[in-house]
C-alpha cells in the first residue's frame, strides 16, 4: 500500500510540466515573461539615466545665461577708455578769389568734385591755335601732354569724390561703432544673449567689409595718380628722344660737311 502510493506521487510528479512548475501555494515561475520584465526594467533605467542628463544640461545652460547676465560691470567698464577715433576737420582756406569753397565742399561730402576740380585750377584750354599746321610729330607731341593733363583731371576729380564720399560717411560709421561698444559693454541682460551677440559679430563683420572697400577705392586712386605719373615722364622721355633725333637731323642738314683734311685736321687738333 506504502510503495503504490509513493509510485503515483512519482507519476504525477512526471505529468508537470517544466514551464509551469508550481512553488509554494500558486506561485508560477514563467522564464519567458521573466526575461520581458527584465528588459522593461532596463529601458527604464536608460530613460531615467537620459532625463538626468538632459536636466542636468537644462541647469547648466540655465546657470551660464544667468551668470552673463548678471557678470559684475566691472568687467565692462575696464574696455569702457577704448576712445573714439574721429576724422580730423579739414583746415578751411581763405577762399581769396572765391574758388576753393566748392573743391571744399566736395572733399567733405563727395559731391561735385568734377567742377570743383576744374574751378581750382586752371581751365583746360581747347586745342592750341595751329595745331593742324603742325607736321605729325609735332601734333603727336601735343596731344600726348594735352592727354596728360586730361586723364590727370578725370583721376584728380575721381579721388576727390572718393575721399568726400568717405568722409561723409565717416559720421554715421561712428555713431553704428558707438553703438556697437555700447551694447557689448551694457549690462542688458537682453544684450547678453547668444543671439544678441552673434547679431553684434555680424554688424562689425560688415563694417569690416565696408571699411576694407573704402581702402581698396583709396587704393586704387593712388594707383591711378601714379599711372598719371609715369606717362608724364614717360613723354618726356620720348619728346627728349625725338628732340636729340630732330637735333641730329637738323645738324646733318644744314652743318656743311668737313672735307677729309678738315676731319683729320680736327682730329690731330
Do not use: C
Not at 87 to 114: D, L
Not at 140 to 166: F, K, P, R
Not at 240 to 255: D, E, H, I, K, M
Amino acid at each position: 500500500m506504502k510503495l503504490s502510493l509513493t509510485l503515483a506521487l512519482v507519476a504525477a510528479a512526471g505529468f508537470v510540466s517544466p514551464a509551469h512548475a508550481q512553488f509554494g501555494s500558486g506561485i508560477v515561475f514563467d522564464p519567458t515573461q521573466s526575461a520581458h520584465a527584465i528588459q522593461q526594467i532596463a529601458q527604464a533605467s536608460q530613460l531615467y539615466t537620459t532625463t538626468v542628463q538632459t536636466t542636468q544640461n537644462v541647469i547648466a545652460a540655465y546657470n551660464l545665461a544667468r551668470q552673463m547676465a548678471s557678470l559684475p560691470e566691472t568687467l565692462y567698464t575696464g574696455y569702457s577708455t577704448l576712445g573714439q577715433q574721429q576724422w580730423s576737420a579739414i583746415i578751411q582756406p581763405a577762399n581769396t578769389y572765391g574758388n576753393s569753397s566748392e573743391w571744399m565742399n566736395a572733399v567733405a561730402t563727395g559731391y561735385g568734385a568734377a567742377a570743383a576740380t576744374q574751378s581750382a585750377s586752371i581751365s583746360t584750354a581747347d586745342r592750341i591755335a595751329g595745331y593742324s599746321a603742325l607736321s605729325p610729330q609735332g601734333q603727336q607731341a601735343i596731344a600726348a601732354q594735352g592727354a596728360t593733363v586730361d586723364l590727370a583731371n578725370a583721376v584728380n576729380a575721381t579721388s576727390l569724390e572718393t575721399i568726400g564720399a568717405i568722409r561723409s560717411a565717416s559720421a554715421q560709421r561712428e555713431a553704428d561703432i558707438a553703438r556697437l561698444e555700447a551694447d557689448s559693454h551694457s549690462t542688458d541682460p537682453s544684450q547678453q544673449t547668444e543671439m544678441a551677440t552673434l547679431q553684434r559679430i555680424n554688424q562689425a563683420l560688415l563694417i569690416e567689409l565696408r571699411s576694407q572697400q573704402e581702402t581698396n577705392q583709396l587704393l586704387q586712386a593712388q594707383a591711378l595718380q601714379q599711372l598719371i605719373a609715369q606717362k608724364t615722364q614717360q613723354d618726356n622721355l620720348k619728346a627728349l628722344f625725338v628732340a636729340g633725333n630732330n637735333y641730329q637731323q637738323s645738324f646733318n642738314a644744314v652743318t656743311p660737311q668737313q672735307t677729309s683734311s678738315g676731319t683729320q685736321w680736327a682730329f690731330h687738333y
